[in-house]
């Protein structure tokens, strides 16, 4: 009789942020390996030129 009445009663929070926390993961993921790609370049064009 009761257990009817809590279905109905009890709050579902919103699903939200999961795809963004993905994104967000992907983002970091992808600086981290590109920084040192950068670096690197930039320090081959600078041995060159002296």
Excluded: F, I
């Excluded at 809590?6 to 963004?20: A, H, I, R, Y």
């Excluded at 994104?23 to 930039?42: D, E, I, M």
């Amino acid at each position: 009789m009761n257990s009817d009445n809590q279905e109905d009663d009890t709050k579902v929070l919103p699903n939200t942020g999961e795809s963004e926390n993905n994104a967000t993961a992907y983002a970091l993921l992808l600086a981290a390996l590109g920084t040192p790609l950068v670096l690197s370049n930039r320090r081959k064009k600078s041995e060159s030129k002296n």
